[in-house]
């Protein structure tokens, strides 16, 4: 009989460490829509190379949200993904939602946004007020680092570079002046 409580034991700190694990990187969970109107969901961001999720809560998100996007894909191809998630409870009763999404696709056409309407799940990721934050997530959801500030070049350098210590380079650093 001692055999078996042992092999259950062991069987409980098996099933504990997972659970343990998998609270502490996980993405949060959540299943909502982007600008497209298409779906997207939690496991969709845990891929197994990196995942840049750039998230803001004011009027000028869409736009940092494009404007980072579109520097970090030039610096690093395709070797990561990147989603916009744009917390909108703030948005007046008096602006569509429709508005809202158009304006969304025009700015930014390549990246999904998640559109969070009722500010749920951006505090889930620990998101903070009144700014622009990204967060880098590793394989599989685990968040390795985060970054808060607009786009500028001296913000987007320090950000390559810590992407590129995660070795998704090389993220070359062009001077375009």
Same mark, same amino acid.
């Given at each position: ?17 997972? !659970?343990?694990?998998?609270? %502490? +990187?996980? #993405? ?5 829509? $982007?600008?497209? =109107? ?6 969709? !961001?845990?891929?197994?190379? %990196? +995942?840049? #999720? ?5 009027? $000028?998100?869409? =736009? ?114």
């Amino acid at each position: 009989m001692k055999p078996l409580k042992i092999s259950g034991f062991i069987a409980l700190l098996f099933f504990a460490n997972i !659970l343990i694990q998998g609270a %502490l +990187t996980d #993405i949060p969970e959540f299943s909502l829509k $982007d600008q497209f =109107d298409n779906p997207v969901d939690h496991t969709m !961001l845990a891929t197994p190379t %990196l +995942t840049v #999720i750039i998230a803001g809560d004011t009027r $000028d998100t869409g =736009d940092q949200i494009q404007a980072w996007y579109t520097s970090i894909k030039e610096k690093t191809g395709t070797s990561l993904s990147i989603f916009g998630l744009a917390n909108l409870k703030k948005v007046p009763f008096f602006i569509s939602k429709n508005s809202v999404r158009k304006s969304l696709r025009e700015t930014c056409p390549e990246v999904r946004v998640i559109l969070d309407w009722k500010g749920e799940i951006y505090p889930s990721f620990g998101f903070g007020k009144g700014g622009i934050f990204l967060h880098i997530y590793g394989p599989e959801g685990k968040l390795l680092s985060t970054y808060s500030g607009k786009h500028t070049p001296q913000t987007l350098k320090q950000l390559l570079e810590l992407i590129d210590n995660y070795g998704v380079g090389p993220c070359q650093i062009i001077d375009n002046k």
